[in-house]
């Protein structure tokens, strides 16, 4: 596409099983005017046939010549490749509902903002059979409380649209070997420390399925969950189950905290004015945490990339 309103980044490896369906639920977008920017951290697999048989020119495969085993190097390349007036990161694993990428459009102008973050619905790990019978957990993720910018809330890089303008105002993503904590955390923090003007809308537009919470689902290559609920994107009433399925999640998780877990209710308000004191002083306060639990930058991410097998 020579003038694509929308440039979306997706960083991959070696999983070509997943990112077909992410892929997909870009092209089943009711909105059409993109460029999907696919790049292959060195991959060997049939990522790069997989892409092609899609057929579509407005994707376009690059692979890196070298592996870096990370999501950040591939996402500043497919940035600095960026055509688009909006920029939207899509992780190999996640999906898009089909009225996404128009939404957020509108929010952007309406709104006067630089930056989204839309909540998500995140899919816990799951048995076939539990699928087939609906017995699987979903809870909403990348909610920031009452529209603020919180750092105390894990926002998937797949659930961001932003100006392609405000790049060079935030620079790229760092590597994982200089952080304590996850690259894509680091660089919204920076974003946030910036200025540049946040908005959060109060609606869904991503279904995520992370990886990393699924032992070996990079060696697996096959993925049940995604062929399922991409067949299922535009089923309402699957989608609102997922939402009950969501806020019966939340409340259980609050009186677990309120009535059986009332020490970690304590810490965490314990925790408030240091993190307070730590944005101040513009440290995340995921840095100390991790810095204090794995003692070595790096060390975080590849417990989790261990966990899935890579």
């Known amino acids: 596409m020579e003038n694509p309103l929308i440039s979306i980044i997706t960083a991959t490896f070696n999983s070509s099983h997943m990112l077909k369906y992410a892929i ?12 999907m920017i696919i ?43 960026a055509k688009g007036k909006y920029i939207a990161f899509l992780n190999q694993d996640d999906m898009y509902f089909p009225s996404h990428l ?6 952007l102008e309406t709104h006067d903002a630089d930056f989204l973050v839309v909540p998500g619905l995140k899919i816990s790990p799951s048995k076939q059979s539990d699928l087939i019978e609906g017995n699987f957990d979903a809870h909403l993720v990348s909610v920031h409380p009452n529209g603020n910018f919180s750092s105390n809330v894990f926002s998937v890089a797949s659930c961001w649209f932003f100006k392609k303008s405000i790049l060079d105002q935030i620079g790229p993503w760092k590597m994982e070997k ?3 904590f996850t690259p894509s955390q680091e660089w919204l923090f920076r974003a946030w420390k910036s200025g540049v003007k946040f908005h959060f809308p109060t609606r869904t537009g991503v279904l995520v399925i992370l990886s990393g919470e699924r032992k070996d689902s990079y060696k697996q290559k096959k993925s049940f969950e995604h062929a399922f609920f ?4 535009n089923d309402n009433y699957l989608k609102s189950k997922m939402y009950e399925k969501a806020a019966i999640f939340a409340h ?27 944005k101040k002083l513009a ?3 995921s840095e100390l945490r991790l810095f204090l639990v794995w003692k070595k930058k790096g060390d975080f991410i590849k417990y989790i990339r261990k966990n899935a097998g890579l």
């Open 102 to 107: 128009g939404k957020c459009i509108s929010d």
């Open 24 to 35: 997909r639920s870009v092209i089943d977008s009711d909105f059409a005017n993109w460029e």
């Open 178 to 180: 200089d952080l304590y």
């Open 252 to 278: 259980k998780k609050l009186q677990q905290e309120l009535f059986f877990e009332p020490k970690l209710l304590i810490k965490r308000l314990g925790g408030y004015p240091l993190d307070w004191i730590l």
């Open 230 to 233: 991409y067949s299922k994107l």
């Open 283 to 285: 440290i995340h306060p």
């Open 39 to 81: 790049v292959g951290d060195c991959c060997t697999d049939d990522t790069a046939e997989s892409v092609e048989c899609f057929g579509d020119k407005r994707i376009r495969f690059i692979n890196l010549e070298e592996n870096s085993g990370q999501q950040a190097k591939p996402n500043n390349v497919g940035a600095s490749m």
